[in-house]
T-cell receptor
Framework: QKEVEQDPGPLSVPEGAIVSLNCTYSNSAFQYFMWYRQYSRKGPELLMYTYSSGNKEDGRFTAQVDKSSKYISLFIRDSQPSDSATYLCAMSTPNYGGATNKLIFGTGTLLAVQP | GAVVSQHPSWVICKSGTSVKIECRSLDFQATTMFWYRQFPKQSLMLMATSNEGSKATYEQGVEKDKFLINHASLTLSTLTVTSAHPEDSSFYIC?????????????FGNGTRLTVT
C-alpha cells in the first residue's frame, strides 16, 4: 500500500465549477500537508500549506485536513482555464534529532478546466 | 519569496556520457537540498538529501555512484548523472530549505528534462 493515494484523473470541469481534489494517507505521523500545482514541464509550485488538522483558505483555494480519517482535500472555487494543471498533495513528518523532513507526494491529479 | 533556480531546463546527451544539473537558491541560504525524479504521469520520488558540507543521503534503490551529488556551498547543489543510459531519461527536480525554515514547505526549481539517446 502506498503511503499517499491520489486519484490521477484526468478531471475535466467547465469554467466556474467548484473542483474537489483529494488524497488519503496511511501514516499517522504525517503532520504537515501541502498542495502543489504543476504545469506541464515545470516544477511544482506551492499552493497551500496546513499543519495538523483544520481548514485554510486563500482566495479561491481552500485546504482541509481530517487527520482522524487520514484524508485531505483541496477545493477550487470559480475554476478558471488557467487552473488547468496537475495538482499534487504532499506530506511530511516532524523532525527527529538531526533528521531532515522528506516530502511524500501523491501521484497528482490532472485537472482540465474547459472554457 | 524563496526562489530556487535550476539549470539547464533541458538537456539531450548520448548514452555513456555524464550530465551535470545545477540547483541554486537565489535569495536564501539553503542548508538542505533535495533531489527528486519524476517519470511521466507519476509522482515525484525523492532520490537524495544533501546538506551543505557533508555527504548526501540517498534513498533506497538510488545508486550513489551513478547519481553524484555535491552541495559545496549554501546556495549551490549539483547532481551529476554519470554514464547516462536511456532509462535515466526523466524529469529531475531540486528543492531547497533554509536554515530557519526547518518545517516550512519546500520550494522547487523548474526542473531539468534529461533525454539520453
Amino acid at each position: 500500500q502506498k503511503e499517499v493515494e491520489q486519484d490521477p484523473g484526468p478531471l475535466s470541469v467547465p469554467e466556474g465549477a467548484i473542483v474537489s481534489l483529494n488524497c488519503t494517507y496511511s501514516n499517522s505521523a504525517f503532520q504537515y500537508f501541502m498542495w502543489y500545482r504543476q504545469y506541464s514541464r515545470k516544477g511544482p509550485e506551492l499552493l497551500m500549506y496546513t499543519y495538523s488538522s483544520g481548514n485554510k483558505e486563500d482566495g479561491r483555494f481552500t485546504a482541509q485536513v481530517d487527520k482522524s480519517s487520514k484524508y485531505i482535500s483541496l477545493f477550487i472555487r470559480d475554476s478558471q482555464p488557467s487552473d488547468s494543471a496537475t495538482y499534487l498533495c504532499a506530506m511530511s513528518t516532524p523532525n527527529y534529532g538531526g533528521a531532515t523532513n522528506k516530502l511524500i507526494f501523491g501521484t497528482g491529479t490532472l485537472l482540465a478546466v474547459q472554457p | 519569496g524563496a526562489v530556487v533556480s535550476q539549470h539547464p531546463s533541458w538537456v539531450i546527451c548520448k548514452s555513456g556520457t555524464s550530465v551535470k544539473i545545477e540547483c541554486r537558491s537565489l535569495d536564501f541560504q539553503a542548508t538542505t537540498m533535495f533531489w527528486y525524479r519524476q517519470f511521466p504521469k507519476q509522482s515525484l520520488m525523492l532520490m537524495a538529501t544533501s546538506n551543505e558540507g557533508s555527504k548526501a543521503t540517498y534513498e533506497q534503490g538510488v545508486e550513489k555512484d551513478k547519481f553524484l551529488i555535491n552541495h559545496a556551498s549554501l546556495t549551490l547543489s549539483t547532481l551529476t548523472v554519470t554514464s547516462a543510459h536511456p532509462e535515466d531519461s526523466s524529469f529531475y527536480i531540486c528543492s531547497a530549505r533554509g536554515a530557519s525554515s526547518n518545517n516550512s514547505p519546500l520550494h522547487f526549481g523548474n526542473g531539468t528534462r534529461l533525454t539520453v539517446t
